[in-house]
């Protein structure tokens, strides 16, 4: 086993190397780059698609679109007009640092204001690896359960914020949101909360606006 | 990277060999072994405590709950009644043969007829960590979206039946059940289907049904 956790160090090490690398180079270009991250299903391809139709009029936006196999989130999100690249990552259950590099070598990072990266659907190993973004922000949905936070306490210790997806289907499930987002809290005290569905538009807005904010005052530092 | 590939490879063939060991044992006791994997909040431990309700005057059933950190759904399956064992991966996004050999010594296996395995809350990793088991199940559910099969192929070609949970809630998303069956059944033509729903009971006896004559072929073979 410690041969194994040697290995594992040396690759999350040298992952911090390559995101810390990326983060001053964002920072420099003035671009607000964000991980979205959720297990498998919690409406992560239809959220980014409502909020490219929100902003791309007020930020110029780009997309980096993780996925396993397939480019289907890739296609979908470059229907709505804003430059994407996908990342294949060939069975692999997470994004690193240097595939982020590469990929956003693809843009003209001093022309984008919002860099959007869609992280493979898992709610366990991408928050282990960091990307060099400004903001991690995690998507949970209310079909999921309202004891995720205690079960997968990384995700919610890593973000800045968390998005309650699918709230239109709370009328369904015995979703408590209160308990979700207390067991939240206490693992992240300083976590935003943004509770919306991201297929009917509701509570939309509070998130797009908070989102754009962020993205000036990363153009401003 | 080819020094982390051949880690891997290592992890994975000392894994195989365990795998191997655990399905002899299980074979010898006559004890029929499931594998259940799914995304987080697809629903596993619903499905596993309505299972248990209908099958345990019937069958005599354990349960091994794998889980990052907590021993909620241990605790929620002890209620019903079968003995249970957790194995805590302590962040890991997978349980690999090696854990299954150490719990499944808290059983008397020659006693059991069906032996659950509640495998950790994710769609890539488990798939690659073959357990001993006779019948790997994966659940999917009908929030989750139907693109699912495509872009997670792995999960859905290892496993012998796919669990469509949460029809229940079908009239509220835009699930298209036909997509997502002819999606899985190209990736894997003898997969058995069970649509239903953990929690209202719908389309549950057809799955139970099922898995009662798994268990008794087992104990026959």
């Known amino acids: ?119 493979v659907g898992n709610l366990v190993c991408p928050a282990e690896f960091d990307l060099g973004e400004a903001d991690k922000i995690m998507i949970l949905s209310t079909t999921e359960g309202h004891d995720k936070p205690g079960k997968y306490p990384l995700m919610f210790k890593e973000c800045r914020a968390l998005i309650l997806n699918k709230i239109d289907l709370l009328p369904y499930t015995n979703f408590d949101t209160n308990a979700a987002v207390a067991d939240a809290k206490l693992l992240n005290a300083k976590l935003e909360f943004f509770p919306l569905s991201a297929r009917t538009g509701e509570g939309f807005e509070v998130f797009t606006d908070w989102l754009e904010k962020r993205a000036r005052e990363a153009r401003r530092a």
Chains 1, 2 share one sequence.
């Open 1 to 119: 086993m410690s041969k194994e956790l040697t290995i594992e160090q040396a690759v999350l090490s040298e992952n911090a190397r390559n995101a810390e690398s990326n983060r001053g180079r964002f920072r420099r270009a003035g671009v607000h780059v964000v991980n979205l991250m959720s297990g498998a299903g919690a409406g992560k391809t239809t959220l980014l698609e409502r909020t490219i139709d929100k902003l791309k009029d007020r930020l110029r936006i780009a997309v980096i679109a993780g996925d396993l196999e397939t480019r289907r989130d890739a296609d979908r999100i470059e229907r709505h007009g804003v430059p994407v690249t996908q990342i294949n990552t060939k069975g692999a259950c997470h994004i690193e640092a240097h595939q982020i590099a590469d990929a956003a070598s693809e843009f003209d990072l001093e022309r984008l204001e919002l860099l959007l990266i869609e992280n």
